[in-house]
């Protein structure tokens, strides 16, 4: 047994910082891995192995799964626009906000990759090798979102502004010990159910992002695996809409939760231990 503990010991970071960027690294790769995972078998499948239900379901389980991994250390925030919402409230310090985001892009690129290695074969049978962004064969939907042809560039930012805020707003909710609160635990199961409630009613338009990360990095990776440019071209240059768009509508969702909710709570939530609050997770504070 001393062994084992020497042997964890000499491996164990002692970092706090870097054990919670790699926990956002990897909690942001198992949700685009497994949520993109969702939509290439939809799309690759021609619908017989899934449909909207499933990548509605699937994306929201993937979100779970990816809190249930890297929440006891970093948070799980794996959205940068959670992590923004968090410092602007004052629940985490600016400090962090740079490390959480570079590692929650970088864990999505990675992300990204994995969904296409795995469906490679199955990516070549589809397009015969030509992987395009629109047409009857495109598949660049597959990793990132892309605008309805009748949507317009300010319609379509203004639906990921409320997406994002009705996201933060549940969010705060949920982790809120001062409010109806959840059982210890149970946090990413009802983020999960968020997930299927903004996706069943706001994914219309272009598929109701709500994360930078999530958007931008295997956008980057489709630009470099063969897409090409038009990645960033297409839908009137839509590529920047899901990545302001959920940043000011954090903010946003975030401002109007503290306003009218946790700022008039009469009393302090229960105190929480030193060590959960060094995870940055999103109780009151």
Known sequence: MAKRSNWKESFALKNRLVREALSEFLGTFVMVTLGCGCVAQTVLSRGVL??????SVGFAMAVTIAIYVAGGVSGGHINPAVS???CITGKMPWAKFPVYVFTQF???FV????VFGTNYDALVAYTGG???VTGPIRTAHIFATYPEEYLSVTNGFADQVISTAFLL??????FDAGNLGVPKGLEPIGVGLLIILLTSSMALNSGCAMNPARDLSPRLFTLLAGWGPEVFTAGSHWWWVPIVGPMVGAGFGAAVYMLFIELHHPQPPLPQSHAA???YELTSM
């Open 50 to 55: 899934g449909g909207a239900h499933m990548i």
């Open 84 to 86: 923004f919402a968090m």
């Open 106 to 108: 970088l864990g999505a």
């Open 111 to 114: 992300g990204a990759a994995a």
């Open 130 to 132: 030509n992987f395009t």
């Open 169 to 174: 707003l549940g969010i705060f909710a949920i």
């Open 277 to 279: 609050r060094d995870k």
